[in-house]
C-alpha cells in the first residue's frame, strides 16, 4: 500500500487494535515506543548422523541445537541492559525421526524483538554469530536464514506524543478521562508500523474487549479468542472522532492556496 501510494500526502494515521485484558468501554496507549520491531529467524545445524548406539561414530546437531538455544537464552539475560525491553524466542526445533538414530541435521527457529531499532539490528546481529559459533564448537556447520523477504522485519511502533495528547482530549470528551488508560509497551509486533515510518505522525491505540460476564478473556493469537461485538461501537466511534476532528482542527494549518489535505 506504500509503494503504490496509498499515504502520500498523509499528514496523520490512526490505527486501534482490540485488547482483552481491557474492559468494555475502556481505551488505552502510551506516548513513543508501543509495540516492539520484530523479526524470524531459522538456522539449519548439519552435522553426520548415524546410530544412536554409538554416538562417536556421528557429530551430533542435537547436542549442538541443544546449545545454540541455551545460548540464545543469555543474549538477553547477560548482554542486554535490564532496561532496554528484548526477547529471543526459539520457538521451533525439529531433528530426527526414530528414537534410536542420531539425524543429520536439526533445524531450529523462532523469534526476537526489541524497543529500539539499535538493540534490534545488534540483537539480530548476535542471534547469527552465537548460532554458528556454538554449531562450530560442536564440529557441526550452520547456516542462519532471516528470512527478510517472507516475513519483513517490522519497525518499532512508536506513537506521536502531539497525538497522544490529541487521543486524550477527544478520547476522554467521548469515554470520560477515567476510561482512558495508560498502558505499557508490549513485544508484540504491529504492521501499522511501515505506516507510522511513512506518515508525519501517527498513533495507535487499543480498544478494551473484557467483559467478565462473558467468562475467561483470550488473547487474540489463542484458539479460544471470541469476538465481543459489544467493543464494536465504542472503536467505530473513537475511531471516526479521531480523524473526523483532526481534519477539522487543522483546516486552519492547512495552506494558504486553499488545498485542503482531507486524507488522513
Not at 485488547?19 to 548439519?46: D, W, Y
Not at 537464552?73 to 534410536?100: C, I, W
Not at 527478510?148 to 490529541?166: A, C, G, Q, R
Amino acid at each position: 500500500m506504500i509503494k503504490a501510494g496509498a499515504v502520500e500526502n498523509v499528514e496523520a494515521i490512526f490505527g486501534f487494535h482490540v485488547h482483552h485484558e481491557i474492559p468494555v468501554g475502556v481505551v488505552a496507549s502510551r506516548p513513543g515506543p508501543v509495540l516492539a520491531a520484530t523479526g524470524f529467524f531459522k538456522a539449519v545445524i548439519s552435522g553426520k548422523g548415524g546410530h544412536g548406539a554409538f554416538p562417536h561414530d556421528t557429530i551430533d546437531p542435537i547436542l549442538a541445537a541443544s546449545h545454540v538455544v541455551v545460548s540464545l537464552q543469555h543474549l538477553v539475560s547477560r548482554e542486554a541492559d535490564p532496561m532496554d525491553s528484548q526477547v529471543v524466542t526459539v520457538a521451533k526445533f525439529q531433528g530426527g525421526s526414530a528414537l534410536n538414530v542420531i539425524p543429520g541435521s536439526v533445524t531450529v527457529g523462532g523469534t526476537f524483538r526489541a524497543l529500539s531499532k539499535q538493540s534490534f539490528y545488534q540483537l539480530k546481529q548476535r542471534i547469527e554469530e552465537v548460532i554458528v559459533a556454538q554449531a562450530s564448537v560442536q564440529r557441526c556447520n550452520a547456516t542462519t536464514d532471516f528470512m527478510n523477504e517472507e516475513h519483513p522485519f517490522l519497525p518499532v511502533t512508536i506513537n506521536s506524543k502531539d497525538l497522544h495528547e490529541y487521543f486524550q482530549k477527544v478520547a476522554g470528551e467521548m469515554l470520560g478521562s477515567n476510561d482512558v488508560r495508560e498502558c505499557k509497551p508490549m513485544m508484540g509486533g504491529e504492521d501499522f508500523a511501515f505506516f507510522a515510518e511513512a506518515v508525519p505522525r501517527a498513533y495507535f491505540y487499543y480498544v478494551g474487549i473484557k467483559n467478565d460476564s462473558r467468562g475467561p478473556s483470550h488473547i487474540g493469537h489463542s484458539p479460544y479468542f471470541t469476538i465481543n461485538e459489544e467493543a464494536l461501537p465504542y472503536g467505530a466511534a473513537l475511531h471516526a472522532s479521531l480523524a473526523a476532528r483532526y481534519l477539522i482542527e487543522n483546516r486552519s494549518a492547512s495552506p494558504s492556496n486553499g488545498n485542503v489535505h482531507d486524507e488522513l
